[in-house]
T-cell receptor
Framework: GQQLNQSPQSMFIQEGEDVSMNCTSS?????WLWYKQDPGEGPVLLIA?????ELTSNGRLTAQFGITRKDSFLNISASIPSDVGIYFC??????????FGTGTSLTVIP | DTAVSQTPKYLVTQMGNDKSIKCEQN?????MYWYKQDSKKFLKIMFS???????INETVPNRFSPKSPDKAHLNLHINSLELGDSAVYFC??????????????FGPGTRLLVL
């Protein structure tokens, strides 16, 4: 199955810094989702995007649906220690199948 | 008020055994999924059911057999377990609202270790 490319693969940042990560696909998607996975837990949905160019925020998190429909971006402002985890993007063409990114592991140093 | 629940959370078993993992969602969703997450954290779709009908069946050994008794449940039965089956298995569900808006929610995972 298709796997989306996420970058960076891992990040180590100081508390208070802003974070940016992205996800790219070789094909066009109609939906982009961003998830966070804490150790020992399942992925938790953070933000859903449904329209090219759409910019959506959830607290300190902001995600964008790229205008080419082949990419998406997630920004976290003023990071805090509980932001630690693995962030996954997921995209859907039509139908029910979601394709997942390779994940970005975030470490926040207090 | 758990949205997507899975049992058991941990499963340790011997090679060659048969085991089942259960999943239930109380979100009223019409589609359910099984994913496998390997040690590198890659999430791979295994199966998807929509209204109890199998719609996605990725290249998965036929030792894995999903069963959906109703829209709220999707169980996964694994025969003749192998060492390589050790992974975390996630159940998920989704529902397409009007205008094709769809989100997907995950269960807490079942950690399977085959010895």
């Amino acid at each position: 199955g298709q796997q989306l490319n996420q970058s960076p693969q891992s990040m180590f940042i100081q508390e208070g810094e802003d974070v940016s990560m992205n996800c790219t696909s070789s094909s066009i998607f109609n939906t982009w989702l961003w998830y966070k996975q804490d150790p020992g837990e399942g992925p938790v949905l953070l933000i859903a995007l449904y329209k090219a160019g759409e910019l959506t925020s959830n607290g300190r998190l902001t995600a964008q649906f790229g205008i080419t429909r082949k990419d998406s971006f997630l920004n976290i402002s003023a990071s805090i220690p509980s932001d630690v985890g693995i962030y996954f993007c997921a995209g859907r063409h039509t139908g029910n199948q979601f394709y997942f990114g390779t994940g970005t592991s975030l470490t926040v140093i207090p | 008020d758990t949205a997507v629940s899975q049992t058991p959370k941990y499963l340790v078993t011997q090679m060659g055994n048969d085991k089942s993992i259960k999943c239930e969602q109380n979100l009223g969703h019409d589609t359910m999924y099984w994913y496998k997450q390997d040690s590198k954290k890659f999430l791979k779709i295994m199966f998807s059911y929509n209204n109890k009908e199998l719609i996605i069946n990725e290249t998965v050994p036929n030792r894995f057999s999903p069963k959906s008794p109703d829209k709220a449940h999707l169980n996964l039965h694994i025969n003749s377990l192998e060492l390589g089956d050790s992974a975390v298995y996630f159940c998920a569900s989704s529902h397409r609202t009007s205008g094709s808006l769809e989100t997907q929610y995950f269960g807490p995972g079942t950690r399977l270790l085959v010895l």
